[in-house]
């Protein structure tokens, strides 16, 4: 069974369109995180949940919204998407938050915007 | 700020021939170092986790270690398939935000 799985794996759209990425975790983790890879590999938080509620939301434009309806999902909704929002979407989740524990990442969304 | 350097950025290695991946950091009050390896089209997978300095942990060709200022990976006669990016993470008991190095991309020839 897959730990975290992400939807969809490839996602080609135009500029200026909106798009949402789906994460599901079956592991009953408390914290899900939304990060960023650009094209040189450089991995950037970009929002965190803790049971439903959001509680790091980094300087990310607010075209980005986190959206969860339960424990086990975190979506990534985008609206007006721009060029430079092309990137690896990866969703991971972890057990308590607390810096100590591993983070298990999904197999990441390949966005990219024309 | 925490912060992560990792180096080389890429390293190309003979098979057995072993060498070392560094990750420098800066963190107020470290939680944890974390070391993860990301095959090309796939998430990062956990590696290991260092809590403290003098901190080691093995696992088959791999080892790594932990000082108050930098964290190496030792790789001991790698093989083909340990080729990956190796990406080197950090979370400070200031904040609940892991810090992500930009990772060194490793090639073992056969």
């Known amino acids: 069974d897959t730990a975290v799985s992400q939807t969809p794996k490839y996602l080609v759209t135009q500029m200026g369109n909106d798009k949402s990425i789906k994460c599901e975790q079956n592991?009953?983790?408390?914290?899900m995180y939304w990060y960023k890879q650009d094209s040189k590999k450089f991995l950037k938080i970009m929002f965190s949940?803790?049971?439903?509620?959001?509680?790091i939301n980094e300087t990310v434009p607010n075209r980005f919204s986190p959206k969860s309806p339960d424990k086990a999902h975190l979506n990534l909704h985008i609206n007006s998407l721009e060029l430079g929002d092309s990137a690896v979407y990866f969703c991971?989740?972890?057990?308590?938050?607390?810096?100590?524990?591993?983070?298990?990442f999904g197999p990441g969304t390949r966005l990219l915007v024309l | 700020e925490d912060q992560v350097t990792q180096s080389p950025e890429a390293l190309r290695l003979q098979e057995g021939e072993s060498s070392s991946l560094n990750c420098s950091y800066t963190?107020?009050?470290?939680?944890?170092l974390f070391w993860y390896r990301q095959d090309p089209g796939k998430g990062p997978e956990f590696l290991f986790t260092l809590y403290s300095a003098g901190e080691e942990k093995e696992k088959e060709r791999l080892k790594a270690t932990l000082t108050k200022k930098e964290s190496f990976l030792h790789i001991t006669a790698p093989k083909p398939e340990d080729s990956a990016t190796y990406l080197c993470a950090v979370q400070s008991g200031g904040s609940y935000i892991p810090t992500f190095g930009r990772g060194t991309s490793l090639i073992v020839h056969p």
């Open positions: 949940y803790n049971n439903k509620e959001l509680i």
């Open positions: 963190v107020s009050g470290l939680r944890g």
């Open positions: 592991l009953g983790h408390d914290t």
């Open positions: 991971a989740s972890v057990s308590d938050g607390t810096g100590r524990e591993t983070q298990y």
